[in-house]
């Protein structure tokens, strides 16, 4: 019995025991990640419907803005190619009504 060798035993046990630990491990893990992924999150659709309404109402309010902006920009275009080919006696009556209509606002606005 004296070359009966203990070492290789308990050697042979730790190796088992943490190979267990390793394999059980392993199995809780797969089994936790397949949970999640049959998790399905729950969605209301009426909130979607609000934010895809919200979203769609700001496009068509940015769409106006631009939209008025453009024609603003052709309207000031027009009066600057008509002042352009204006001879100069007609770019001088234009200036003249618009200080007599401006006199006449300032006169409106003091009363």
């Excluded at 088992?16 to 969605?43: C, H, M, Q, R, Y």
């Excluded at 600057?80 to 300032?106: C, F, G, K, V």
Aim: glycine letters at 6%.
């Amino acid at each position: 019995m004296d070359d009966f060798d203990f070492s290789g035993i308990i050697l042979t046990c730790f190796v088992i025991i943490v190979a267990g630990a390793l394999f059980f491990g392993f199995i809780g893990a797969v089994k936790k990640s397949l949970n999640k992924s049959d998790e399905t999150p729950i969605v209301d659709s009426s909130q979607m419907l609000r934010e895809q309404d919200e979203r769609t109402q700001q496009i068509q309010y940015d769409h106006d803005k631009m939209m008025d902006g453009q024609e603003q920009k052709i309207k000031d275009g027009e009066k600057l190619m008509e002042t352009r080919s204006a001879s100069p006696q007609e770019i001088q009556r234009r200036q003249d009504e618009l200080m007599r209509d401006m006199e006449q606002r300032i006169k409106d606005m003091q009363r």
